[in-house]
């Protein structure tokens, strides 16, 4: 029997989430042999400060390691397609971050490398793994909401409020076209279909950028930093800092979410909320120990995460008992050990709870037809199947907010 502590993994980055992604691992045990970053200078200062024991010096050395077998990909986006095919191409088992690639092209392409690889490919939507979301995921594939008819809510942040705030995902050749919507409306949407099982088949979409000239830092500068550099640059923007979007759903249900990450005070707030037929349920990221579920006939709930009183998927994703909050960091490990009872198994089980390259890869699906949904000003149906490629990356038309 493979436990996770007897898998080497390697990881690609030691940012904000490349370090939230080693904590989750050495919390599961599982063995993170060495790490690479983008010079090996700067990886082997991480390795010294993360206490990792060796830092690769470029992907080929990482691969060419036989104690790896498993990869987590942190790097930036327009990273993540070359890094990704190569790891395939060694035959081991991925966990990139989202989204899973630049284009829907790209992701295509390694939905089908990973099958043919026959290895666990997965992709970082740990919004799904807050122990509530995993139970009601349950609860509403048993009926517990009844139809779902309508879905509502907003993923609102502010670390990118100023115009002295500066990130990679600014520019859409490093971070890929839909900025807002690629980095967080992706997890919103993919969550809300974990949730209702319903996959959105429409959208109608409007993108808009408040700040259209940032003051670019000279210098690297780290998601969520707070830092104001003296030296900067004036940089004409051209991807969205918010975005409004109404959905359709796959059984008929509608929808409606704003997207946001430069909303004064929201720190990283996704709320949700699915009313059906017959009952309603409620979240917040910022208060993840809590669901509200709502009646018409009886009064309304509040279940405080307790694994004596969810069902198995909620327990399974809880390590406190009640009353202990369990967080943002605790969903990793949460999620990380779904995927990897599947690598120790040998392989993609039939039904994961974790979102799988297949599901990245709707997710860039989506992304496209919001984006020319944005450029069209009509409704765009998802173009699944055998429909054309996707758009290359390029600008998406964006308004200034303000004014249409
Ligand atoms: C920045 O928006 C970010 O770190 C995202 O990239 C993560 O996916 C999200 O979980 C938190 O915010």
Same mark, same amino acid.
């Given at each position: 029997?493979?436990?996770?502590?007897?898998?080497?993994?390697?990881?690609?980055?030691?940012?904000?989430?490349?370090?939230?992604?080693?904590?989750?691992?050495?919390?599961?045990?599982?063995?993170?042999?060495? /790490?690479?970053?983008?010079?090996?200078?700067?990886?082997?200062?991480?390795?010294?400060?993360?206490?990792?024991?060796?830092?690769?010096?470029?992907?080929?050395?990482?691969?060419?390691?036989?104690?790896?077998?498993?990869?987590?990909?942190?790097?930036?986006?327009?990273?993540?397609?070359?890094?990704?095919?190569?790891?395939?191409?060694?035959?081991?088992?991925?966990?990139?971050?989202?989204?899973?690639?630049?284009? @829907?092209?790209?992701?295509?392409?390694?939905?089908?490398?990973?099958?043919?690889?026959?290895?666990?490919? &997965?992709?970082?939507?740990?919004?799904?793994?807050? #122990?509530?979301?995993?139970?009601?995921?349950? *609860?509403?594939?048993?009926?517990?909401?009844?139809?779902?008819?309508?879905?509502?809510?907003?993923?609102?942040?502010?670390?990118?409020?100023?115009?002295?705030?500066?990130?990679?995902?600014?520019?859409?050749?490093?971070?890929?076209?839909?900025?807002?919507?690629?980095?967080?409306?992706? %997890?919103?949407?993919?969550?809300?279909?974990?949730?209702?099982?319903?996959?959105?088949?429409?959208?109608?979409?409007?993108?808009?950028?408040?700040? #259209?000239?940032?003051?670019? #830092?000279?210098?690297?500068?780290?998601?969520?930093?707070?830092?104001?550099?003296?030296?900067?640059?004036?940089? *004409?923007?051209?991807?969205?800092? &918010?975005?409004? /979007?109404?959905?359709?759903? *796959?059984?008929?249900?509608?929808?409606?979410?704003?997207?946001?990450?430069?909303?004064?005070?929201?720190?990283?707030?996704?709320?949700?909320?699915?009313?059906?037929?017959?009952?309603?349920?409620?979240?917040? @990221?910022?208060?993840?120990?809590?669901?509200? /579920?709502?009646?018409?006939?009886? &009064?309304?709930?509040?279940?405080?995460?307790?694994? &004596?009183?969810?069902?198995?998927?909620?327990?399974?994703?809880? %390590?406190?008992?009640?009353?202990?909050?369990?967080?943002?960091?605790?969903?990793?490990?949460? %999620?990380?050990?779904?995927?990897?009872?599947?690598?120790?198994?040998?392989? +993609?089980?039939?039904?994961?709870?974790?979102?799988?390259?297949?599901?990245?890869?709707?997710?860039?699906?989506?992304?496209?037809?919001?984006? *020319?949904?944005?450029?069209?000003?009509?409704?765009?149906?998802?173009?699944?199947?055998?429909?054309? +490629?996707?758009?290359?990356?390029?600008?998406?038309?964006?308004?200034?907010?303000?004014?249409?």
């Amino acid at each position: 029997m493979v436990r996770a502590s007897d898998i080497g993994t390697a990881v690609i980055g030691t940012g904000f989430i490349g370090t939230v992604h080693i904590e989750a691992l050495r919390r599961l045990g599982v063995h993170v042999v060495g /790490i690479l970053e983008d010079t090996p200078e700067h990886g082997a200062a991480r390795a010294a400060e993360l206490a990792i024991p060796h830092a690769y010096g470029s992907l080929e050395e990482l691969l060419a390691d036989d104690r790896v077998q498993a990869v987590h990909v942190t790097s930036p986006n327009r990273l993540h397609h070359r890094q990704v095919r190569e790891i395939l191409a060694g035959g081991r088992h991925v966990i990139c971050e989202k989204p899973l690639a630049m284009t @829907s092209a790209e992701s295509a392409e390694l939905v089908a490398l990973a099958a043919s690889a026959g290895v666990v490919s &997965a992709v970082n939507f740990n919004i799904r793994f807050y #122990p509530l979301n995993q139970h009601l995921a349950r *609860e509403i594939e048993a009926g517990a909401l009844g139809d779902v008819r309508l879905v509502t809510g907003h993923y609102l942040q502010d670390w990118l409020a100023l115009e002295t705030d500066w990130n990679w995902r600014l520019e859409p050749e490093i971070g890929g076209a839909l900025r807002a919507v690629g980095d967080i409306g992706s %997890h919103f949407l993919d969550l809300v279909t974990f949730l209702s099982g319903q996959r959105v088949v429409s959208v109608m979409a409007d993108l808009a950028t408040f700040i #259209p000239v940032r003051r670019e #830092p000279r210098g690297p500068v780290l998601t969520f930093s707070t830092e104001r550099a003296a030296d900067t640059v004036a940089r *004409e923007i051209r991807t969205e800092d &918010a975005a409004t /979007i109404m959905l359709r759903f *796959e059984n008929g249900a509608r929808g409606a979410v704003a997207i946001s990450q430069v909303s004064h005070g929201r720190k990283n707030s996704l709320r949700y909320e699915i009313d059906g037929s017959a009952a309603a349920a409620a979240w917040d @990221s910022e208060q993840p120990d809590r669901l509200w /579920i709502g009646h018409r006939e009886r &009064a309304n709930e509040e279940l405080l995460r307790n694994p &004596a009183l969810m069902n198995p998927a909620g327990r399974a994703a809880s %390590h406190l008992p009640g009353g202990h909050v369990e967080g943002f960091g605790d969903t990793f490990p949460a %999620h990380f050990a779904a995927i990897y009872a599947d690598i120790a198994a040998g392989g +993609p089980s039939e039904r994961p709870a974790y979102a799988t390259f297949a599901d990245g890869h709707d997710e860039m699906l989506v992304g496209d037809a919001i984006a *020319e949904s944005a450029r069209s000003g009509r409704w765009v149906t998802v173009a699944r199947g055998a429909g054309r +490629p996707a758009a290359e990356a390029g600008a998406i038309p964006t308004t200034e907010g303000g004014h249409a």
